[in-house]
Structure formats: C-alpha cells, structure tokens
C-alpha cells in the first residue's frame, strides 16, 4: 500500500465550482458522454507522450506500446479508467484539475441560466472533459506520475466535486494517469461490462490507441472444456484502434465520421458537414475537415482556440495548429496528417516553413469547397450561415485571392424577400437582375428595419431594381473589400450620384435634367441657409415618397464604419453630407413658397430629418425638436 504524504486541500476556482454545479443538474439525461470525455483525455495522454518520445525514447520508461484499460467493479460500484500517457506532475494536478484556464470562461458561465436544457447546450459548447467524471460519480480520485520522473513523484487528487480536492505525494510505479471514478447511488449501472463496451464503440473506436478491457475466463484443458477455479484474465481490446483518417473513405459511416469529429472538436452535437482527402503528388497529406453544427463559446475570443490537429506520419504533433487555416476560417474543426513535415516541427518552425503555406492554400480551398457543396442543402447551409455567416465575411479582407468563391458562400437579405433574414446569394441576385442593370445595389444601416426602410431605396423600390439589405456590424468593412462579383460592380445607392444605368431611360433622363435646371433657384436658396453643414445640395428622383435624404460623396467613409471606429476611440474628421430634395414631395413645395426665418427652419428640419432616418445622430436634437413643434403648431 502506498502512503501519502505532503497532503493538502484547496478550493476550487470559482468557475470550476460554477461547472461543475451546473454540469451535474444540466447533463443529466446525458450522462455517458463522461466516458467519451475521460478516454478522450487519455487518448491525448498517449499522443502527447509518444510525441515527447520522439527524441527521448526513455521517457516511455520501456513501457512503449500505449494504451488505454478501464475496468470495472460492480460490487463496490467503481469504474476506473487507466492510462499509460504522459502523466501529469502536482502542480499540472493543482493547475489541470483545479482550475479552467480559458479565457473567456467566467463570461461564457454568466450566461447559463439554471433552465436545465438551454445549460446543456451551452455547456456542450463549452466542453465538459474531465470534470464531466462527477456526472456519475460522487467520488472520484485520480492517480497519476508523469513519463519520466521517479517513482516517488506520483500524486492522488481526490474530490467530492463540491468546494474542494485534496492532493497529496505518493509513490507510483506506473507512469501515466489513472481515474477511479465511485458511482452515485443512481449511476451504479454503468459498472457494467456491455455498456462500457457498447459505450467505448459508439464514442471511441476511432481512437489511434487502443481501449482494452479485462475479460476473465477459466483455462480450457486440450478438449476445449472450461477447467474449474483456474480463471485467467486477458485483455480484450475493444475499439478500433485504428486513426479514423488513415482508413479508406469508403469503409468509414457516417456515424464513425461523427463520432470522431466530437472527440477532435470536443463537441457534443453533429458537424454539419465534412471533407475527407488523402492528397499525393507534390504535397503528402491526409486531411479530415469539419464543419460544427454550432459555434464554440469562444468563436469571437481573440486568442480562442482555433485550427486543426496535426500529426505529422500519424504521430500527434500539436492541437490548434493555427498556421494551416486563415483565420476567417477559424470555425473549421479537423485533422491534417503530413509527411511534408519534420517530426520536432515547433509552432515557430510553423511559421517559417514553405510548406505550410502550401498545405494552407490547399485546405482552404478544401473548406471552401466544403461549403460550397454544403450550400447545395439549403437549411443545412442557412444553420451554417446564421452560425458562421459573419465570420466568413472576414474573408473578402483576408484572403484576396479567394474573394470571389468566398462571395459566392455569402448570403444576404434583400429587397427581394424584405426579411431580416440573411438567405440569398449573389448568384441569386444575378439572376433577378433586371433588363439593362448592371451594377448589384446595396444598403448599409445599422440594423435591419434601418435598411429596409432607407428613403434611398424609394426609387429602387418604383423600379423594381433588387437591393441587398446589409446590416451586420462587419458589412460595410465587407464592401470595402468586395469590389465585383461576377463582372457585376457593387454600388451603395448612399453614396454618390444615383447611377441607374440602363434601368432608365432617355425621356426619364432628360426630364430630371430639366427638374434640376427649374429647381436651381430653391437649391442655392437652401444651401445658403444651410450654410457650412452641408457640402452641396441638390434635387434627387431617388426618393418618391420622403422629402429628402442624405448622400455620402462616393469614397466617403460610411456612418455604419465611422460609429465603429469611433466606438473604438478613433477620432473620425467630420464628413458634410450631401443634401438631396425630392421636387415631387408636398413639403419641398411648401419651402419653395417659405420666406425668411420660415425658410430656413424648414430647410434644416429636413436636414435633419434626413440625418435621423440615415440611422444619424443630431447635433443638437432639442433644436430639431423645437423647430418640428413650430411647425406643426403654426
Ligand atoms: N488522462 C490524462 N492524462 C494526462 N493529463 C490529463 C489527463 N486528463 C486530463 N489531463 C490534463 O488536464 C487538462 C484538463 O482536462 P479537461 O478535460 O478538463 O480539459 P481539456 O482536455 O483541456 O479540454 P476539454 O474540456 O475540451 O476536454 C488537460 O488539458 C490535460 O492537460
């Protein structure tokens, strides 16, 4: 028996306090996951080690082939898993097991909201590992040493899973890790030999290591007769072990895809999709690339995990392996095994290798591809969008040379459906284009009833001429870095002078022309008592039903980029808009009878009001306010 020593007890972090409560009421009618998660774990063990043996072969202390064991006592209600990995030393213990160190975490917990089934799904996204073992269990105690110290190195972590766990030294001869997981009353069934069998099956076969399991048998004299009191055990493995991705895609299901992408992507939900590729020739590799279901709780977190897994010749070489995917791919869970790569390959190597920047180039066109096939599948494709959609719109920016694939997974809202909902293509567009137009028109507002809603679309609206609705907080940043699609130009009908094009016609043309010309006299009027708020004003036929809009001069920075940067604390030099009258609308009349003080308040209610339904803030609202009272009580 060993004996422990230098024996104490800490707290938990508060936020593994704040999981764990949360795990054990929300997971509840999932509880087999625990073991996915715990051989999950130890299967990272194994990878790490062999991976730290590379250039130390004595790390595995001549104990090379790993391996995973779980057993189990139905008596004493016990499972204990066991591994032979990289093992961990007291303070990877107090660190690993004790604490999260993600960022983002205390975040992401504040927004669980004690609804049982809302939580399970965000915990889902959050990833449960190891801690997931107090699902089952009401009592758990890990024994690890880390590959290469001395046997006296070994610690025992304990806990109840409530505030606290107690860590103390203890000689181990094994190195490795080993979880002793003590069921609660109702979890006794799962110290059964078919269910963990059937469990390590359905969530870990494609595991490279293998699980084995101990089966005890009596010894068989030379007739094949079971002999009586002469019980042996053997080890039995129970999965595949084989890597998933070294397999021929034909001889792989469905369900094996999936169940493999839960165990890279630590996720508990299907992926949407993925793409299998064993590539020969000038580059060697194998990659297996996924896209989730749904976004991690970190999607948006600067330093969240993001990339593939890689292997370099199927030995695990590094998680996160960022440098093979642009970041506007982030989302892309998956494997990449390469030959093209040396063994001690580090993440500076990474950086420096030619290689790597090849392998990237052909994987994101992989995912591209991906997405396109996807697309195929419109809810599928909508689920990605709606989960994705706005970190794809970083791609345009990042990655010139796939701008226009990339513009063909974009997805939109338009005029055409008027629903905030972001589901038409640009090839969509294209095709509704009308006789003669050839620019694809656009809007940007911050929100959706904003865009919809824009005088600037009057005209558009009259003639029937489709307008992509853009109301995300990245979309104009998007069209600054999207130029055409197709040969089509993209023209924000906010900017500059409307250009209908061929959507109008000469007679059209030629009475606007002469509109200006009769109108002269009220345009200087009003911009001299506009004065210096306003760069130039002049009479429009973009609206039919507003008196008048505001018009940024064609490469002006637009309001939805310039609240941004100013959000950001960037001081932004203040731009005039242009101010555009509609000839037509009873109130432009009405100031073209004005005189005086009459005049000028009501050519400034109409800037403003053009400014307001710009999504614009006013200078001085009060103002506003009071010349509108006057008005509408004179
Ligand atoms: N069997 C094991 N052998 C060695 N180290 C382990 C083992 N199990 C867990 N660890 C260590 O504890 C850490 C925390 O494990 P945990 O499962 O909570 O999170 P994770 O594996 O990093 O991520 P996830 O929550 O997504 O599974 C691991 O990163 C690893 O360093």
């Known amino acids: ?178 979880i002793i997981l003590h069921l609660k009353e109702d979890a006794k069934d799962f110290a059964d030999d078919f269910r963990i069998q059937n469990l390590v099956r359905k969530y870990s076969d494609h595991i490279d290591v293998p699980v084995r399991m101990p089966k005890t048998e009596n010894a068989r004299d030379d007739e094949g007769n ?112 390469t030959r093209d790569l040396s063994l001690n390959v580090s993440r500076e190597l990474l950086q420096q290798d030619p290689q790597v920047d090849k392998i990237k180039s052909a994987l994101t066109k992989r995912s591209l591809d991906m997405l396109k096939k996807l697309a195929k599948d419109d809810e599928a494709y909508q689920t990605f969008w709606n989960t994705f959609g706005s970190v794809l719109k970083e791609g345009p920016a990042e990655d010139h040379a796939n701008r226009e694939k990339i513009a063909g997974l974009l997805r939109f809202s338009t005029t055409h459906t008027d629903s905030a909902t972001q589901d038409q293509s640009l090839a969509d567009y294209i095709g509704r284009m009308k006789e003669g137009q050839e620019k694809i028109y656009y809007i940007v507002a911050d929100g959706f009833n904003a865009t919809k809603s824009s005088p600037h679309l009057e005209i558009f609206r009259k003639k029937g001429v489709e307008v992509l609705l853009l109301h995300d907080r990245i979309d104009e940043w998007l069209m600054s870095h999207l130029t055409e699609f197709e040969g089509k130009s993209f023209v924000d009908v906010a900017k500059g002078d409307l250009d209908l094009g061929e959507v109008e016609d000469e007679d059209e043309k030629k009475a606007q022309e002469e509109t200006a010309k009769a109108k002269e006299d009220l345009v200087k009027r ?20 507003s008196p008048a809009c505001v018009v940024l001069p064609e490469h002006e920075m637009g309001y939805q980029m310039r609240r941004i940067m100013e959000a950001a604390g960037q001081p932004m030099p203040e731009v005039k808009p242009i101010l555009e009258l509609n000839p037509e609308h009873a109130l432009v009349t009405r100031l073209e009878g004005a005189e005086g003080e009459g005049f000028g308040d009501l050519a400034r209610i109409l800037l403003d009001q053009a400014v307001i339904a710009e999504g614009g803030h006013l200078d001085d609202p009060a103002a506003y306010v009071k010349r509108l009272n006057t008005l509408l009580s004179a």
């Open 226 to 337: 079971e002999i009586e009191g002469s019980e042996v055990t053997t080890w039995e493995t129970v999965n595949e072990a084989t890597a998933l991705w070294v397999r021929p895609k034909t001889d792989i299901e469905d369900e094996e895809y999936k169940a493999f992408y839960k165990h890279v992507a630590h996720d508990f939900s299907d992926p949407l999709t993925w793409s299998h590729n064993k590539v020969e020739g000038k580059l060697e590799y194998t990659s297996l690339l996924y896209v989730p279901g749904r976004a991690p709780f970190d999607l948006y977190e600067r330093d969240g995990a993001r990339g593939v897994k890689l292997y370099v010749q199927r030995v695990f070489i590094m998680d996160d392996a960022e440098q093979f995917l642009p970041l506007y791919l982030r989302f892309i869970k998956g494997v990449l095994d």
């Open 526 to 545: 009003v911009q001299d008592a506009l004065g210096g708020d306003v760069q130039e004003v002049r009479v429009t036929h973009r609206l039919t039903d």
């Open 1 to 178: 028996m060993t004996t422990a020593t230098h024996e104490e007890t800490l707290g938990f972090q508060t936020e593994v306090k704040q999981l764990l409560h949360l795990m054990i009421n929300s997971l509840y009618s999932n509880r087999e996951i625990f073991l996915r998660e715990l051989v999950s774990n130890a299967a990272d063990a194994c990878d790490k080690l062999r991976y730290e043996a590379l250039d130390n072969d004595a790390i595995f202390e001549g104990d090379s082939e790993l391996r995973i064991e779980i057993e189990h006592d139905q008596q004493a209600g016990t499972i204990t898993l066991r591994d032979n990995g990289i093992g961990m030393n007291r303070d990877e213990v107090i660190e690993n097991l004790g604490t999260i160190a993600r960022s983002g975490t205390s975040e992401f917990l504040k927004q669980l909201s004690g609804e049982q089934q809302k939580d399970a799904k965000l915990i889902g996204q959050f990833g449960v590992g190891f801690y997931s073992g107090f699902i089952v269990a009401d009592d758990v105690t890990v024994r690890t040493r880390k590959a290469g110290t001395d046997h006296s190195e070994g610690v025992e972590w304990r806990s109840q899973g409530e505030g606290e766990f107690s860590v103390a030294d203890v000689e181990l001869e094994r190195h490795g890790t080993e």
